[in-house]
């Protein structure tokens, strides 16, 4: 079972929804990043939060400590939003390197 | 601030090849890190660099070695190429541990 899974791992959306991606993970944390990957690109972090949520502009990630739980938020979902987003997290106590989930695939269409 | 610079950005290799792919950061931070990307599989840690001077393997090490020549370059070598290297290869950095990665662009590696 790997450690960081995402859910869903596609996701096709109409322009304007709202649209959640969920994380769990089985190991204890000392924090947890969300990045974002546009095709054929690089990667862009998005958030590193290790409790409670943030915010930025459309975006929104909450993380809930004790159930091992992320979700990431985009409200009024546009096309430019289509990419892979990724979850990962730093494991507590560690040297700390990253556990990367397989990543979330979103196409949202016009 | 250019952030993590990567070069190149596409390379072809013929099995048994060798070469290096280049990472550099202008942000002063202490660790860097090579990554695979590979479908289905995720981001996987090859090698980082905790702090100049010092490397670790990570996840998938083998046919592989790095090198960290000064504080902002981190470079990975490939001495034999082999198919099973065909990936996408991204460096990061961080401050120190607890703060975010920042990632570079990518080199897209094709070995046939």
Known sequence: KNEVEQSPQNLTAQEGEFITINCSYSVGISALHWLQQHPGGGIVSLFMLSSGKKKHGRLIATINIQEKHSSLHITASHPRDSAVYICAVYPGGSQGNLIFGKGTKLSVKP | ?112
């Open chain 2, 1 to 112: 601030n250019a952030g993590v610079t990567q070069t190149p950005k596409f390379q072809v290799l013929k099995t048994g090849q060798s070469m290096t792919l280049q990472c550099a950061q202008d942000m002063n931070h202490n660790s860097m890190y090579w990554y695979r990307q590979d479908p289905g599989m995720g981001l996987r840690l090859i090698y980082y660099s905790a702090s100049e001077g010092t490397t670790d393997k990570g996840e998938v090490p083998n046919g592989y070695n790095v090198s960290r020549l000064n504080k902002r370059e981190f470079s990975l070598r490939l001495e034999s190429a082999a198919p099973s290297q065909t990936s996408v290869y991204f460096c990061a950095s961080r401050l120190n541990k607890g703060y975010e990665q920042y990632f570079g662009p990518g080199t897209r590696l094709t070995v046939t």
